[in-house]
């Protein structure tokens, strides 16, 4: 599929299955290997697909070195439209992380492609957004001029950080800092920091200024599909309070905490997750 500056957006489908379809969007710098325990639940009876941003997994760079949200939303919208040409009703919407953000861009442009939302551990605006870490009025905005401003920086940093990506410290040293739990299945883990050490320093480091500037909150208030929030309760990457302020935003939505789940719930605890999601299908398809 291509997308609008060219750019060959990259996306499969799971298995043979021929029900309903449900479509996942990565969080920043994941790709496939997180969704396996939903995969493997969901794939005996629905379409499942799997699409990567750009930079990421089998997407190439964006031919425009345009990584915006807005452009992400775009992505996604024509790799449904594709799906959608198989038959059927719109896909359900699965996305992680950054994923919530390009879920609600999508539905404020394109709210007839989607059948219904599922968020785990996400937000609609930047990360720690109404949070302690950008109380101080500004402080949002100077993250993102600090951001900017490091750009230039980010090519000769990259050796360093690849080496350390992969070497036998990012596990346990997440696990001291509390950002996986103990139970994360390090070969999972692993093969997430090898995908991360061969991304394109500059694309991730583009895909993330852009989740800086997301604002999608303005969205929540126009959604009148099913909504399924998924949170997990030791999640050090996503604070709880934000995921609680979108639940806030979105009274008529389902929400279910994940116990003993930090930001990687999705391995951590993916039976369960794979659990809750499979609950919101039964409600949307009867």
């Known amino acids: ?48 697909v799997h699409w990567d941003y750009r930079g990421h997994g089998s997407t190439p760079l964006a031919f425009s070195g345009d990584y915006s949200m807005r452009t992400h939303a775009d992505d996604l919208a024509r790799v449904t439209r594709q799906v959608m040409e198989r038959g059927g009703p719109p896909p359900v919407h699965v996305g992680f992380s950054m994923g919530v953000a390009v879920l609600l861009e999508l539905y404020r442009t394109h709210p007839e492609l989607v059948r219904a939302l599922v968020l785990i551990a996400g937000a609609p605006d930047a990360p720690g957004t109404g949070t302690w870490l ?21 090519p000769l940093l990259a050796p360093a950080l690849r080496a350390f990506m992969r070497s036998s410290l990012p596990y346990p040293a997440a696990r001291l800092a509390g950002i996986i739990q103990p139970h994360a299945p390090k070969h999972d883990i692993d093969q997430f920091l090898e995908g991360m050490s061969r991304m394109d320093p500059m694309a991730y480091w583009r895909t993330l200024r852009a989740l800086l500037a997301a604002k999608g909150s303005d969205v929540l208030p126009t959604i009148n599909v099913p909504v399924l929030i998924i949170a997990a309760a030791q999640d050090a990457l996503m604070p709880l309070a934000q995921v609680q302020a979108m639940r806030r935003g979105l009274p008529q939505a389902g929400y279910v905490l994940i116990q003993q789940a930090g930001h990687a719930g999705l391995l951590e605890k993916g039976p369960e997750m794979a659990s809750a999601v499979r609950g919101l299908l039964r409600d949307v398809e009867g």
């Open 134 to 154: 950008f109380k101080l009025p500004g402080s949002l905005a100077a993250a993102r001029g600090l951001a900017a401003l490091a750009t230039p920086v980010v």
């Open 1 to 48: 599929m291509q997308a609008a500056d060219g750019t060959p957006i990259a996306f499969h489908t799971h298995g043979e299955a021929t029900g309903p379809t449900v479509l996942l969007t990565n969080g920043i710098g994941t790709t496939e290997n997180f969704w396996r325990f939903l995969i493997a639940d969901l794939v005996h009876d629905h379409t499942v």
